[in-house]
Nanobody, 123 residues
Framework: VQLQASGGGLVQAGGSLRLSCVVSGRTSRNYGMGWFRQAPGMEREFVAAISRFGESTYYADSVKGRFTISRDNAKNTVYLQLNSLKPEDTANYYC?????????????????WGQGTQVTVSS
């Protein structure tokens, strides 16, 4: 299974971006999907996750109400809509896939990882 993340970039505070993660090798509906981020000198942190068929979503408190995770299994793609961006959202964003159910917050539960896409928010 391979994950390819894209959509990062440089945006001003208050702006928006949409990240995409394409799953290849196996159909995405086999996996719960998550987004994590890591800023320089910081540990990787959970951002959002979505269950296999999109019936459940989970968010870190820091992004709740601003970010939205969704998926289109017909396209084997997971999205992360980032709105009202803040400078503290600056990080490398990674998508990940897990075969576990309902255990989305810990990065230890993910089997596959994408390469990351950089999001930079200027003040």
């Amino acid at each position: 299974v391979q994950l390819q993340a894209s959509g990062g970039g440089l945006v001003q505070a208050g702006g928006s971006l949409r990240l995409s993660c394409v799953v290849s090798g196996r159909t995405s509906r086999n996996y719960g999907m998550g987004w994590f981020r890591q800023a320089p000198g910081m540990e990787r942190e959970f951002v959002a996750a979505i269950s296999r068929f999109g019936e459940s979503t989970y968010y870190a408190d820091s992004v709740k109400g601003r970010f939205t995770i969704s998926r289109d299994n017909a396209k084997n793609t997971v999205y992360l809509q980032l709105n009202s961006l803040k400078p503290e959202d600056t990080a490398n964003y990674y998508c990940a896939a897990t075969t576990l159910t309902g255990r989305f917050v810990s990065d230890r539960n993910y089997n596959y990882w994408g390469q990351g896409t950089q999001v930079t928010v200027s003040s």
